[in-house]
């Protein structure tokens, strides 16, 4: 519904505007709010602030309409305002359209041509409103994400990315913080946002300085692609490196930060998964690996980062590990030899 301001001192204007647009009224696209003169148009402006165009006689006592136009692009940047002025008025018509006066109407005023005005205004004052949205995303947008991204994502290459589905070699890790629903149920939301928050930007960085792809935030858990030479490897470290800094971070409220990851390489579907009628999908890999990935991290302990056997012949010779026995992972067949690693 678009929300018109009419400001004229002529009280049967309001009854026949009322009565023009009874159809647009009725099927609420339209809502009228009437002042008598500028001052009167300013104090509904006040209280009405989503008012989106307004019609303004320019003779009107108490202050007229161009001082009313004067400090309606003050108030209201956003609002455009329909001058309505009597034939032979040129001189006022155009020190509004100086003033910043989107349009003009005449008296008598030619409901045909006034209602055609109104939809013109309306529609350029809809195109400001999503322009000036379309900035702030854009400019959100540029705080977190780099240029080159940027770029990226305006490129046919992007699009072409949007829709390939195929099968790749890598290795996911899932990342999560022990115990931290204890803290969830006895602090503030803020105070728990934001204990979580320091802990993922920990985990984050060493993602990232090893060349991995945070692939999403699951609760208090992350989850990580690594891609591209020696994968393993770099997961590997990167998950070293982040028990490491979470161990040494202090104790807050009583809870002593620790990390549980699980570790698992192999071949993997990426692509768009999701509800396209929702337009919400998301990039992401599944499959096998991937499932058992979580699974490992679901048997892992405080500080433990845990690895299948499979994983294990491929680093043995650049890791330490230690076996855990053959454990029973949920909804697998069989028991899997595990295996630590210890640095």
Sequence with gaps: MTKILVADDEVDLETLIRQKFRQKIREQHYEFVFAVNGKDALQKMQEHPDI????????????????????????????KTVMVSAYGDMDNIRTAMNRGAFDFVTKPINFEDLALTMEKTIRHVEQMKATLKAIKENNILRMYVDENVLTFMTSKE???????????????????????????????????????????????????TQNGIVDKFMGDCVMAVFKGEFHLDRAIDASLNIRNKIDALPNEMSFSPKVAIGINSGEMITGNIGAASLRRLDFTVIGDVVNTAQRLQAVAGNSQIVISDVCYEKVKQSFNCQSLGRIQLKNKSEAMTLYEVLN
């Design 52 to 79: 989106a165009v307004v019609l303004s006689d320019i003779n009107m006592p108490e202050m007229d309409g161009l001082t009313l136009l004067t400090k309606l692009s003050e108030m209201a940047p956003l609002s």
């Design 158 to 208: 992007f699009e072409h990315s949007l829709t390939a589905n195929e099968t790749i070699e890598a290795t996911v890790a899932f990342i999560d913080i022990c115990g931290f629903t204890a803290i969830s149920e006895k602090e503030s939301p803020d105070t728990v946002v934001q204990l979580l928050n320091r802990y993922f930007d920990v985990i984050v960085k060493e993602i990232i």
